[in-house]
């Protein structure tokens, strides 16, 4: 059974520069989020999808964006890139929005120059 | 604001050890994870604790929930080099009433295991 799926690994990218990041989450899985990993402010929460429609969303600015297409697949998109945006981006994918336990992919690595 | 509090956030300990990590978090939620992450890794799953008084145990690692005290435990029992990475624990946020989504990460205990 195919985990969950993160591409690309590994991003460097300029300020103010746009990057789109996607993730394909676990077969039958309809709940996929998206967390944000830094050494100074840990993992914390950017947003939730489910059946193609955002359900939570985290403390982020405006410039970060997501959508989920009708096969489940997401992508993340941060506009205006900032130098405080280099992070692991990570995706867990559920089956439901009110399922008990939450995969996580391997991250995309996006540095931000 | 849910908050979570992970302690110790490091630990270096000897082989064949046992150690507790501990886990509290501010408002009521049924809904308790533990995460391991290797360096440069993802997360992975090891526990999943649903309900007050839930214990799972897998291998040297046990974990515990409290809801009333709003604690949650991981215990390691013998300690062994291959356990040494980073723990966090999560609590689902849309089930604390305290307004927070998704999960809601402590800031990880890094366990270093020594021979």
């Known amino acids: 059974k195919a985990g969950v799926t993160q591409t690309p690994r590994y991003l460097i990218k300029t300020r103010g520069q746009q990057v789109t990041l996607s993730c394909s989450p676990i077969s039958g899985h309809r709940s996929v989020s998206w967390y944000q990993q830094t050494p100074g402010q840990g993992l914390q929460f950017l947003f939730e999808?489910?059946?193609?429609?955002?359900?939570n969303k985290g403390n982020f600015p405006g410039r970060f964006s997501g959508r989920q297409f009708s096969n489940s697949r997401s992508e993340m998109n941060v506009s205006t890139l900032e130098l405080g945006d280099s992070a692991l981006y990570l995706c867990a994918s559920s089956r439901t929005v009110s399922n008990t336990e939450a995969f996580f992919g391997q991250g995309t690595r996006l540095t931000v120059v | 604001e849910l908050k979570v509090e992970q302690n110790p956030l490091f630990l270096s300990m000897q082989e064949g050890k046992n150690y507790t990590i501990y886990c509290n978090y501010s408002t009521t939620s049924d809904r308790l994870y533990w995460y391991r992450q290797d360096p440069g890794k993802s997360l992975e799953s090891l526990f999943v604790l649903l309900s007050n008084g839930a214990v799972k145990q897998e291998g040297r690692l046990m974990a515990s929930l409290d809801t009333k005290a709003r604690l949650s435990t991981l215990h390691i029992t013998a300690a062994v080099h291959d356990l040494s990475a980073t723990y966090f624990c999560a609590v689902d946020g849309t089930y604390s009433g305290g307004g927070a989504d998704g999960l809601t990460f402590g800031k990880g205990t890094h366990l270093i295991i020594q021979p």
């Open positions: 999808y489910f059946s193609e429609t955002q359900r």
